[in-house]
């Protein structure tokens, strides 16, 4: 069935409204009407019963933190990660999990469903609603498996958010898919595999949750600690706007804005600049690992290919190296010159670049798949590593 979200979601938010000024303040993993239910005090009307009728005066602890979600990412029915499906219907059993607070709540079995596994289509017209976060279920729900494998320990919130931003696929998703290949040979069975949107939580887990593709050899750092007040997602992020507490982040740092922060005395980039924050080297090395990647595919695979960011699966063919996507039939053609080199080093470019927040969720492990991934690309290509001036 097709949802028209917007006025479903003023309706849901009416209804939070209503149910806010009915039990009173709540709290934490109290916004479940089970609660409600139990307790026999709770008045089922909203205005007093005797005057003066004042609503504006009536204290509604809830407002504000509607009117935030209400204005955040989470709450935007129109964005495409909402309403991506709305021309099928019905949003896939494998997409619902993120997509929609009703499929998180199904594949936690916090519906009273089979635990792990969404049951069905979800229909279309849901967002992270508060029910996602808030939600007594979520006490059970101790562990997440994230796409490389690895099991992770999550209490509270967090399960929460690592559920939905920790990506679609890993660096063990490219050893499979590139198993007993010759490294440098192009193999037409390759395509692109995207580590998916918004990964934050896998940037986050670094080394320890293999998000991105390990190199032989090579070690990884781990979990960004960063510092014990900022060790959650929500000791940085409000979360309901989303947006970051700035002010926090002074305690511990001196700097305009989180871009501006760095703390690390070398420069990774070549640049030697350190007045910048850190999240400009990490971006100079993601660039310079871009360009490589495409000289690779023009020298060493022979097909040139094109990243086109707005448009998936983002690589595409250039075969004849002039700067402009092949088209075929009206429709531009996907990159097919994979080579496992080439496409190991795509998709730690991905990842790094697929999280904005990068260089505050765990500069470290961006950096070292951007080395990584430079310095196995630079051998078939003939570039000394030591040239370009990079740390790792
Ligand atoms: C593990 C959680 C997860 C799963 C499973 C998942 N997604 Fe997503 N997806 C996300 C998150 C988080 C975003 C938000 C990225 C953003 O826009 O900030 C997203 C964004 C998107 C977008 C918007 C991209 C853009 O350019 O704005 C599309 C389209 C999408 N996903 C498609 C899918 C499809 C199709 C499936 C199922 C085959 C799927 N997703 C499964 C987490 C997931
Ligand atoms: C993405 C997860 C998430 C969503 C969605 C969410 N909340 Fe929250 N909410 C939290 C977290 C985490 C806290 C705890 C904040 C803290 O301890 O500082 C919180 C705190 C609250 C509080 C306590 C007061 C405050 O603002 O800190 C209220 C009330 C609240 N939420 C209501 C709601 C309502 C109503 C919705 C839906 C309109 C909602 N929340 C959606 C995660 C969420
Ligand atoms: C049910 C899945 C789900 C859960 C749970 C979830 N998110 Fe999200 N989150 C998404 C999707 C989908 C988007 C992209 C929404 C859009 O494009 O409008 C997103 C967007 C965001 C953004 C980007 C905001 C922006 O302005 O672009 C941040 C930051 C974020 N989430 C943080 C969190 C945090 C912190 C938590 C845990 C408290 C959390 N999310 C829980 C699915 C989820
Ligand atoms: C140390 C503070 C900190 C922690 C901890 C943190 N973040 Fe972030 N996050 C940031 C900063 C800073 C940005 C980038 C803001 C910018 O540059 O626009 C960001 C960006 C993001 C974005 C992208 C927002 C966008 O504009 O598209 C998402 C999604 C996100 N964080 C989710 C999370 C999740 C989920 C966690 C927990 C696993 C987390 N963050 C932990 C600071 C933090
Ligand atoms: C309690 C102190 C403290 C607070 C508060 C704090 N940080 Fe940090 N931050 C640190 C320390 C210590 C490091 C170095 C950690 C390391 O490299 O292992 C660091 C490192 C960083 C780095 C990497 C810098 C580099 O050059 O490697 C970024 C980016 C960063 N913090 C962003 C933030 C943001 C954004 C906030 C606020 C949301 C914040 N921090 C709050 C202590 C803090």
Redesign the pocket.
Known sequence: MRHSSIPNLLSF?LA?FLA?VFFG????GQ?STDDAAEDDTAIPFALPQSGPFKPADIQI??D???S???RSA??NAAAEAFSHWDDDGEVRAACATCHS?EGFRDFHGLDGTEVGVVNGTIDTGGV???G???NAGLANVTEVTLPSGVVHPVT??EA??LTCHQGRSAGATVVKATADMAVDEPNSDLRFINPHYATAAATWLGGYGQAGYHYDGKDYSGRFFHARPVASC?SCHE??T?EIAFEPCLTCHQADSPRDIRISRQSYDGTGNTSVGIRSDIANNAARLLDMIRQYTAEVAGVPTIYDGTRYPYFFKDANGDGAIDMEDGSPVAYGAWTPRSLRAAFNWKLVTADPGNYAHNPHYALELLYDSMADLSGPLGIDMEDLGLLR
């Open positions: 938010g939070l806010a303040s709540v709290s934490l916004i602890d809830n504000k933190a509607i935030d979600w209400f989470h709450a607070g992270v609603d508060c996602t976060c808030h509270g919130v929460s958010c929500n979360p309901h989303l």
